[in-house]
């Protein structure tokens, strides 16, 4: 899979992501609904002199979950304390955080879906009564002893909010469905970045890598990164649309955003199999990735842009992929109709 529009964050990229970052609501681009709804909350919360409640943030990777945790903080003139699913495998990890929390801190923990059972359990309790118990001995002599913790806010995110165990996702006190961006919110976001990384590029050729950037704003800077490489070694002068262009083409990004192996996936659909149903495990084999990256990053982008259906036999190239590769479309392929 191309880094380039791989949704998720690279280590690499952190301290870049994090220069660019904006600080309030009101610098936010995009997920209009959502910025409106934090912002009732927060003021709600500020008028009470209260926490603000928790809030669950869910939505496809690198649309700005962590972003807008940090600016919740700033909003609310709070501390910030990360932390990650992954992270936390027992219930003494949690423990530690939660107990070393300074009274309004908001802790925000990513992929909060990966957290171990038991930890998640714990949280119940912390988020509702803002306490935990901890047990002290071993075996029949074992004693719970309550420990009270800060007032805090809890945001947490999740690319798979349905692996969430419901008691966790009630005690949120709101969910942000976040969305993926329109190509002129696209655009908007990369012009922001230009001007931070003083890029001089024209239009024309922000609204081409917009075009190419798959709904994900983490996927359009990173374009823009590697198209304004492209102009630094290959031309002079501000970027524009025949430079994006090409740039674009050295790095395999055609114009609907597929990479090299978004195309090797249609192929095996619409060449090998010549429109019938195909499994995953049959795909993943025929283009040398695993099961998972197919399924988690490439089918997604697939179907959402009308190329690929998931059918009871498996996953179908549409007319619509056909015609993208210049391929005839046999009479088995999927109608667009059908999506």
Partial sequence: MSDLTDPGLESSELAFEASLRPQSLDEFVGQETVRKQISLIIEAARIQSRNPDHILLAGPPGLGKTTLAMIIANETGANLRLTSGPAIQHAGDLAAVLSSLAPGEVLFIDEIHRMARTAEEMLYLAMEDFRIDIMVGKGAGATSVPLELAPFTLVGATTRSGMLASPLRDRFGFTANLEFYSDEELAEVITRTATRLDVRIQREAIEAIALRSRGTPRIANRLL????????????????????????????????????????????????????????????????????????????????AGLVIRTPKGRQATSRAYQHLGLATPAQAASLFDL
Avoid at 240 to 254: R, T, Y
């Fill in 225 to 304: 990164r590697r198209v304004r490489d492209f102009g630094l070694v290959e031309g002079s002068g501000p970027i524009g649309l025949e430079m994006a262009i090409q740039g674009l083409n050295l790095f395999e990004v055609d114009g609907l955003g597929l990479d090299r192996l978004d195309r090797e996936v249609l192929r095996v659909l619409c060449g090998h199999y010549a429109g019938r149903a195909v499994g995953i495990s049959t795909i993943a084999v025929s283009v040398g990735e695993e099961p998972d990256t197919i399924e988690a990053v490439v089918e997604p982008f697939l179907v959402r």
